[in-house]
């Protein structure tokens, strides 16, 4: 069968290898540039960062909804999140990694902090269309990695008022990244 722009997605549904081949092929160039901006300051970490989108892009397919956003829409937020994740990866194996002298400790830490920095940023440009309340939630769950039960001791809440902030704050999240043509992955 013949790939085409109107039956690619239902053939990567399919796991038609073929229709991966012509996203790679008709919006490779998407991914590409998005890894690449998001990557600036780690090129070294462009071709996973492509990798782990079309994967994403394989195994996601379901959640990508032609009435919401477009499939270029939708690719790029793919992109976005994948090149976050890499960062974090990376920053996560920078901290595991022992030091040989003092330069590279120094070397290490300011790229650590620039690094972080991004990092936050990014994640803060995306709570935006949060309420404080529930950013809060979302920065210690997601970002922190603190569980509901620590959450919601330290809020004064009950674990199910932090699980419906979730849920709420992710259909925000939803709407706002459709909205302003980012697509969606959560």
């Known amino acids: 069968m013949k ?3 109107e039956n690619f997605i239902v053939q990567i549904q399919q796991k038609n290898e073929d229709a991966l081949g012509f996203v790679i092929q008709q919006y490779g160039w998407i991914i590409k540039t998005v890894a690449k901006k998001h990557l600036q300051q780690q090129p070294e970490l462009t071709d996973e960062c492509i990798n782990d989108v079309l994967l994403a892009v394989w195994q996601h397919i379901a959640s990508f909804d032609r009435s919401k956003s477009s499939f270029e829409n939708w690719l790029a937020g793919v992109s976005r999140y994948k090149a976050i994740d890499c960062k974090r990866k990376y920053l996560k194996r920078i901290k595991e990694e022992p030091l040989n002298t003092a330069e590279e400790t120094a070397d290490a830490t300011n790229s650590l902090r620039r690094l972080e920095e991004e990092i936050n940023e990014e994640m803060r440009e995306m709570l935006a269309c949060l309420n404080k309340q529930d950013r809060g939630i979302f920065e210690r769950m997601f ?38 043509g980012r697509g969606s992955s959560l």
């Open 3 to 5: 790939i085409t722009e």
């Open 143 to 180: 970002w922190k990695g603190e569980s509901v039960k620590e959450i919601s001791a330290s809020m004064g809440m009950k674990e199910t008022a932090v699980y419906n902030h979730v849920s709420r704050g992710k259909k925000k999240l939803r709407k706002y990244l459709t909205e302003i």
